[in-house]
């Protein structure tokens, strides 16, 4: 049986809202991934990244995955548990940068 929480951090600058750990709990132990990013998209909806590695290729900034998922159904209860734990977040501590917070 596996069991996904998370825990957030409200950082809030530019595009990023928040900064996520992810816990899978396994029979066989915990495995926790740092710097799941909580980003507010281009059109406005927020979207989870997992960590990745920036560099720049051509003078364009890019992202190299360095963890990510091989189904589509893991990956949405990622999502899921770091919405869950931005929404916990932001009832703690509200926005106040004047920035409408979408979950």
Do not use: H, W
Request: charged content about 30%.
């Amino acid at each position: 049986m596996l069991i996904i929480k998370a825990e957030c951090r409200l950082i809030q600058k530019g595009s990023l809202l928040a900064e996520a750990t992810v816990t899978l709990r396994t029979e066989l132990g915990d495995l926790n991934i740092k710097r799941c990013l909580i980003v507010d998209g281009k059109d406005g909806e927020p979207f989870v990244t997992l960590p990745q590695k920036q560099y720049q290729k051509d003078g364009q900034n890019k992202y190299q995955k360095l963890v990510y998922c091989s189904s589509n159904e893991l990956k949405a209860k990622i999502d899921e548990a770091c919405f869950s734990a931005y929404s916990e977040a932001l009832k703690a501590e509200p926005v106040t940068s004047g920035k409408k917070a979408k979950v």
